[in-house]
Structures are given as C-alpha cells and as structure tokens.
C-alpha cells in the first residue's frame, strides 16, 4: 500500500507540473521507473506475490511515458546496506542484505527498459564527480544550464 500510495502522489505531482504548472522540464525523484523496481524487487524477495505486485507495476507502467530520461545510480550491494546503516531512514528494507540484493538485480533488469538517453553512473565515484557527469550528459536540456550545479547539490 505504501509505494501505490508514494507512486501515484508522484504521478499526479508529474501531472500537475506538466498541465498547471506547464512546466517543460523538471526532475522526478523516485519515479515510475523506481516504483517497477521496488514492485520486482519485493516479488524477488519473496516479501510480496506477482499478483500483489501487479496492480503497481501496471500502474508505473501506465504512466512512465511521461519520463524522457533516467539517471540510474548503481551502487553495489555492500556499499548501499554500508550507507544505509549510517543513515536516519525508518525503512527496514534498505537495510537488508536479501531485500538489497533483490532490489540490484531489479536494477539490472530494468536497464534494459529505460529510456534512449538514460545515464547509467557509478554510484560508488564521489558526488561531485557523479554531478559532473550527469550535468554533462543533460546539459542541453536545462533552462538555464549555469545554474543546474546549484540544484542538483540543494535538493534532496
């Protein structure tokens, strides 16, 4: 129930940047893509049915075309319970070796789905470096290219 609930208060965020806002460029955290990898991700770990899963993922599905591109982040099994341990977040799933390997290999499938134009990085490379990357590779689709640096390090 939670990640209907986090998926469609996404779609309908990306629904009301797109027709109220009229936005014609914006950057989605944990989108539709992300929501098909969590939805696989708990089928893999045993935690929930394909049946259970499938209402999200035709869901995510539904609307992913609404998303031009992805920035996929890999980080490696080890490295992401490491982080997750050092971190405030309530979710007990982020810190389960099982459920982050199910989560990788959800990842990996997913690569295959993405968008042309979406950026696999290395999530173990420093942030700036990361940033650099990815300010690269979509720099012609910012408004105002001089201050995407600004954005990308005071969101969180």
């Keep these: 129930d939670r990640e209907m609930f986090v998926l469609s208060k996404i779609v309908n965020l990306i629904i009301y940047a797109e027709n109220v806002l009229r936005a014609k460029f914006f950057l989605v955290h944990r989108g539709p893509y992300d929501a098909i ?28 075309y609404r998303i031009n591109r992805v920035v996929l982040v890999r980080v490696p099994v080890e490295i992401s319970l490491a982080r997750s341990l050092g971190s405030s977040t309530k979710d007990d799933l982020v810190r389960d ?13 997913l690569e295959k789905e993405l968008p042309r134009g979406s950026l696999i990085i290395d999530g173990t490379l420093p942030i700036e470096e990361n940033v650099d990357i990815i300010l690269k590779a979509t720099s012609s689709l910012w408004p105002n290219p ?5 954005l990308i390090f005071n969101t969180s």
């Excluded at 708990?42 to 995510?60: D, H, N, R, T």
């Excluded at 001089?146 to 600004?150: A, D, G, L, T, V």
């Design 37 to 64: 990898a969590w939805f696989r991700s708990l089928v893999i770990a045993g935690l929930i049915s394909k049946k259970e899963a499938a209402p999200g993922i035709s869901y995510a599905k539904a609307n992913i």
């Design 97 to 109: 070796a099982i459920f982050l390997e199910a989560l990788y290999r959800a990842y990996e499938e």
């Design 146 to 150: 001089s201050i995407s640096k600004e």
